[in-house]
């Protein structure tokens, strides 16, 4: 089972990009999806994330008001809309998940499986 993230691109300050993540070879329905970034130069942070049945999410300070977390478990997609991008939003984005609970920085290790990453870039 691999995940897909796609939807990252080159935006100025102030744009928006909706990223997707999606699993190859199986529903993942039942897991909890958590989004993860990385900066050149930076150690890899949580973003944001989601439970199984969308109704529960979890933001990181750096995006609240900005992004939004959201699933569609009929077509087995993972979406996050990110609006008003800054510069310090440039990263590798990476979608990832877990079945045993919300992820966030503490268990991103024992996340289970993988997007490969999209990058994002926000110029100023």
């Known amino acids: 089972v691999q995940l897909v993230d796609s939807g990252g691109g080159s935006v100025p300050a102030g744009a928006s990009l909706r990223l997707s993540c999606t699993p190859s070879g199986r529903r993942f329905s039942s897991y909890y999806i958590g989004w993860f970034r990385q900066a050149p130069g930076k150690e890899r942070e949580f973003v944001a994330a989601i439970n199984w049945s969308g109704r529960g999410t979890d933001y990181a300070n750096s995006v609240k008001g900005r992004f939004t977390i959201s699933r569609d478990n009929a077509k087995n997609r993972v979406y996050l809309q990110m609006n008003s991008l800054k510069a310090e939003d440039t990263a590798v984005y990476y979608c990832?998940?877990?079945?045993?609970?919300?992820?966030?920085?503490?268990?991103?290790?024992?996340?289970?499986?993988w997007g490969q990453g999209t990058l994002v870039t926000v110029s100023s």
């Open positions: 990832a998940a877990g079945s045993r609970a919300l992820p966030d920085d503490d268990n991103q290790k024992a996340l289970e499986i």
